[in-house]
């Protein structure tokens, strides 16, 4: 059967977080949860037609297109991914594409993320399991201005980041 390997599924959600009904009847899935070495996945990869490669930390170098006879199509999650030699993939006739993420993923976890550190929600809750309590306080945020500069979709104006004139 023609097989389908989802690379890097670390936590093991990948098969949930999509529907694969339309996959799984035509092509056997391998979700691969442990990172793989080059030897290890090259033998892994031998008899697949399609890669999804979840995240950049496995590189797909033109040494590596060279063991992947069967390999026509490397799909990535997300719309760029460093990790792939995308001249050595054209020269291999592999078909390399990205997919949309759902929202604002990176955004919201960086606004969460600079809220925690402000507050040193880390300290606090190392402070509570040790059988402490509360040794900071975090200044408030309120009145405060944040700038965002970026080049990008996420640096960009957007519904939410517009400020309304005076």
Known sequence: ???????????????GSADWSH???????????EHLEPDALAERLA??????????????????????????????????NAAIDLPAAAAHGVVVCGARGGGNSVAE?????????????????????AGGWQHTIGPGLQGLTLGVLGLGRLGGPSPISRVPSA
């Open 47 to 80: 008899h697949s037609e399609v890669v999804v490669a979840m995240r950049e930390r496995t590189a797909f170098p033109a040494e590596l297109f060279d063991r992947l006879p069967q390999l026509r199509l490397l799909v990535t999650t997300g719309m760029k």
């Open 23 to 33: 996959v799984s009847g035509r092509f056997e899935i391998d979700a691969v949860r």
């Open 1 to 15: 059967m023609r097989r389908v390997t989802i690379l890097d599924d670390y936590q093991g959600v990948a098969l």
């Open 109 to 129: 976890l960086t606004i969460g993320m600079m809220i925690a550190l402000t507050r040193h929600f880390a300290e606090e809750d190392a402070s509570m399991r």
